[in-house]
């Protein structure tokens, strides 16, 4: 692959979220917002962050957006489904995220985005009750509706393309079974209405069966399965997920690989979290939790390794709680206790307090992975994309492999990604030359 053979980003990008809560009407909002020069993209690389090119006596660092043939922000249009029926603008006042002067002035654009009907079922999210919502017979009928729904979208706004990025509620916890192995047994699922079948699954059915590429920004299993590695595959669609990474689990893959750089034992990590949005109330019921806790549990074990250091890291203690506390809003608190372990044994104890913003958090990471992925499939890219797992808490990973939750080097293989892409040399920091 290099840059002469990747297709140009011509024509307007559509941006359809499964999902108008907080994350996505946070992201609309400031999208729209930049582009009328009101704010910056902070916390986006792909607007803002640069990339170093070649040797560092060359002294060559374009900003990513400069040096890949990414969208531009003035070409993305939005859509969405949600199974609440409020408008963006009004989603975005109850999510109560951005004040007025932020949406005051986008109130046009926010306002004249209206929810498609949702694919929803309240046993998947019992704490949500949605009056948008599709009806069929089948779950097939329901993921036609939504193929028709991205037909009659790129139609009605005269796109060339579009993405999908998950911005919907973490779902109930399910574990792959006999139908989720082949594209065969889940088309047959969804024609049984069976019930491991979820409605998140469904959108990644219509996304991949209308070539559209898909991000998973929560926990949910969705593209994580072999019959849809399958489909992305035979689609030659662009997959990558999953859990969008935000506030403690970020903090973690920022702290965890220091401790390992400088061979420092853990005794334990204990995290917890408080937090009132809409995602607080979904995961205050035990089912979404525990899809939840599965995503945020795995970080550590794999970053450190145990079975490599079993004198720095077996056995650890790993405790995440996450408590639903209506006052505070998406204003998220997050606590780590942090017990450590140094020379000859003697422990010491580091403490993370981070009031954090979810969905400011958010907002760049679907930007960037709406940017990306479209930039991926027109690089002729398809199937799982490793190199995006610098955003997600889970990332995907090839069966049989381990997945990289190291995020220094997440962002080393993302840049490296787009450096060959590019037709760039790789940067591999070798102490002993220029390099």
């Given at each position: 692959m290099t840059?002469?053979?990747?297709?140009?980003a011509t024509?307007?990008?559509g941006i359809?979220?499964?999902?108008?809560?907080?994350?996505?009407?946070?992201?609309i909002a400031?999208?729209?917002?930049?582009?009328?020069?009101?704010?910056?993209?902070?916390?986006?690389?792909?607007q803002?962050?640069?990339?170093?090119?070649g040797?560092?006596?060359?002294?060559?660092s374009?900003?990513?957006?400069?040096f890949?043939?990414?969208?531009?922000?003035e070409?993305?249009?939005?859509?969405?489904?949600?199974?609440?029926p409020d408008?963006?603008?009004?989603?975005?006042?109850?999510?109560?995220?951005?004040?007025?002067?932020d949406?005051?002035?986008?109130?046009?654009?926010l306002?004249?985005?209206?929810p498609?009907?949702?694919?929803?079922d309240?046993?998947?999210?019992t704490?949500?009750?949605?009056t948008?919502?599709k009806v069929g017979?089948?779950k097939?009928?329901?993921?036609e509706q939504?193929r028709?729904?991205?037909?009659?979208?790129?139609?009605?706004?005269g796109?060339?393309?579009?993405?999908?990025?998950?911005?919907?509620?973490?779902?109930?916890y399910?574990k792959?079974?006999a139908?989720?192995?082949t594209?065969?047994a889940?088309?047959a699922?969804?024609?049984?209405?069976?019930?491991a079948?979820?409605?998140?699954m469904?959108?990644?059915y219509?996304?991949?069966?209308e070539?559209?590429p898909?991000a998973?920004?929560a926990p949910?299993l969705?593209?994580?399965l072999?019959?849809?590695l399958e489909?992305a595959?035979r689609q030659q669609v662009?997959?990558?997920?999953?859990d969008?990474?935000t506030?403690q689990?970020?903090?973690?893959t920022?702290?965890?690989?220091?401790?390992k750089?400088r061979?420092?034992g853990?005794?334990?990590?204990y995290?917890t979290n408080?937090?009132g949005?809409r995602?607080?109330?979904?995961?205050d019921?035990?089912a979404?939790?525990?899809?939840?806790?599965?995503?945020?549990?795995s970080?550590?074990?794999?970053?450190?390794?145990?079975?490599l250091?079993?004198?720095?890291?077996?056995?650890?203690?790993?405790v995440?709680r996450?408590?639903?506390?209506p006052p505070?809003?998406?204003n998220?608190?997050?606590?780590?206790n942090?017990?450590?372990?140094g020379?000859m044994?003697?422990p010491?104890q580091i403490?993370?307090?981070?009031?954090?913003?979810?969905?400011?958090?958010?907002?760049p990471?679907?930007?960037?992975?709406?940017?990306?992925s479209?930039?991926?499939?027109?690089a002729?890219?398809s199937?799982m994309?490793?190199?995006?797992?610098f955003?997600y808490?889970?990332?995907?990973?090839q069966?049989?492999?381990?997945?990289?939750h190291?995020l220094?080097?997440?962002?080393?293989?993302?840049?490296?990604?787009l450096?060959?892409?590019m037709?760039?040399?790789?940067v591999?920091?070798?102490g002993?030359?220029?390099?």
């Open positions: 840059a002469g053979t990747i297709a140009p024509g307007k990008l359809l979220t499964p999902g108008l809560g907080a994350v996505a009407t946070t992201f400031g999208v729209e917002n930049v582009r009328r020069g009101h704010g910056l993209p902070i916390g986006s690389l792909t803002m962050a640069t990339i170093r090119l040797r560092r006596s060359e002294k060559r374009p900003l990513i957006r400069e890949v043939p990414l969208a531009t922000l070409d993305l249009v939005f859509g969405a489904w949600d199974p609440i408008d963006a603008m009004t989603a975005a006042r109850h999510a109560g995220v951005l004040e007025p002067r949406l005051d002035p986008v109130a046009d654009a306002s004249a985005i209206k498609m009907p949702a694919v929803f309240p046993a998947y999210v704490r949500i009750h949605g948008n919502v017979k089948t097939r009928d329901l993921a939504l028709q729904d991205i037909r009659d979208f790129k139609a009605r706004h796109l060339a393309r579009c993405v999908m990025v998950w911005c919907g509620s973490t779902e109930a399910l792959a079974g139908v989720h192995q594209v065969e889940f088309e699922g969804m024609d049984a209405n069976d019930p079948i979820a409605p998140s469904l959108y990644a219509a996304a991949l069966m070539r559209v898909f998973n920004g949910n969705t593209v994580d072999p019959c849809m489909l595959r662009t997959i990558s997920g999953k969008f990474k506030g689990t970020w903090m973690k920022v702290i965890a690989p220091g401790l750089a061979m420092l853990l005794a334990g990590w995290s408080i937090l949005n995602d607080g109330e979904v995961l019921d035990p979404s939790f525990k899809t939840k806790e599965e995503s945020k549990l970080v550590l074990h794999t970053i450190l390794q145990p079975e250091y079993p004198q720095l890291y077996k056995d650890f203690s790993h995440v996450i408590n639903y506390y505070r809003g998406d998220k608190e997050g606590w780590d942090i017990d450590i372990v020379w044994g003697y010491m403490k993370v307090n981070f009031l954090c913003r979810d969905s400011i958090l958010a907002a990471i679907v930007l960037d992975l709406a940017l990306f479209d930039f991926a499939a027109r002729g890219l199937g994309q490793e190199w995006l797992s955003y808490k889970s990332p995907m990973a069966p049989g492999l381990m997945p990289e190291d220094f080097i997440q962002q080393t293989k993302l840049k490296n990604t450096r060959h892409l037709g760039e040399e790789q591999t920091h070798l002993l030359e220029d390099a």
